[in-house]
């Protein structure tokens, strides 16, 4: 099997994963009783796991099949055990021990994928790839999500034994898409050797400032959760709708923006979709009108299409820079995951002080406050660097 169709196949398989197993899971914790605060350690925990394992354990990882593969079943085992710990008295608690379980295990995988990718893929075809690979997403995203929501409303009777089914086909999607890609790494046989790590030696003033623009993102999910489930009462199937209508603009709008991307180059693709999720944020806790607030989430799936595809697009172009590909590549998940960890945190802290509404207009203020932070932020270029170009079209402030 070609190594395109491989990462085509996983590319449908993991977004049907994160459909069945993801999309509806913070609105599982909400309805399974839990607090504004868990909810935000809900989006903070796993990150804060990832983060940690790409600072001590990934980096030191060889990049082989053996590896991969191991770091899959330990994810397979902890997916599996957050679909059934939701049955238990109090599952809370217990769901989020698999979860930073799972989040270990799932980095390492995360990490070492585009380093088995760069092996097999062309340089100058990863734009294509990567649009390709999120038109997919989008699509998976727009059908399944309009299913799942329909038939776990449809279900609700049997609650949470219809989430518990939802997930367990999650797992097995997952774990085959694994495989897929195992089938692409290295079969060699490394003696593995761990030891103390010092992280973010490949970190340049780039991806800091990308972690910035991450942490300001990352505080907004548990707000939308709280505002959308406990404040609005919405549905599953409502929710869904944001993730079609998101998804419908996306996949229609992404070959203009490839197009756009290979003209201009990806920062400034990524600049306009911060600046662009940030705006759409700022009407929310005002609105109830479904239909606005489904305008809101449209515009808000389109810009984080955007941001994925070229932030993707900058790494893989970026690591030629860098003599120590894995660390960088670690490095890299590792400060998005710091943000990831922060972000919620922070909006979690903000509902301590101020109301809902006047937290979203907060978090504009800090997501645009981090994206003018670019020339203040400090830079090094690392071991390699000059082998490529800096690209001319980069200007931030």
Known sequence: MKAETRIYLDA??????????????????????????????????????????????????????????????IRQFAFICMALSILLPNPIPVLFVFWSINAVSVIVTSAQQPAIMRRVIAADYFPTLFSRVKIIAI??????????????????????????GSMLIGCLSTFTGMALIAGLA??????????WVRPFQECDRRIWWMGLNNTGIAMVPPLFTIYHVKTLHLSNTQIAYFVVVSGIVSALSLPFVRKLMERFGPVPLYSVAIVGMAASVLPY??????????????????MMAVAEVSSNTLMMRDAEKHKKEMAYFSDFQLVMHLGNTLGPLLSGALLLFLPLAASFCVIVAIRLLFFAAYRWLPDRKPEGAGLTVPDPAFRVG
């Open 186 to 195: 290295p079969r060699e046989k490394v003696k593995l050797q761990l030891s």
């Open 285 to 302: 806790g005002f609105v109830s009108s479904f239909a606005l607030l489904l305008s809101l989430q449209a515009w808000n799936g389109l």
């Open 12 to 73: 449908v398989l993991q977004n049907i994963k994160s459909v069945s197993f993801f999309t509806f899971l913070g609105v599982l914790i909400a309805r399974l009783g839990a607090s504004d605060f868990q909810i935000a350690l809900s989006n903070s925990l796993p990150a804060f796991f990832c983060a940690l394992s790409l600072a001590f354990l990934t980096r030191q990882l060889p990049v082989t099949r053996g590896v991969f593969l191991v770091s899959g079943y």
């Open 139 to 164: 699509v998976i995203a727009t059908v399944g999500s309009m299913m799942i929501g329909w038939v776990l409303d449809a279900s609700d009777a049997w609650f949470p034994y219809n989430y518990v």
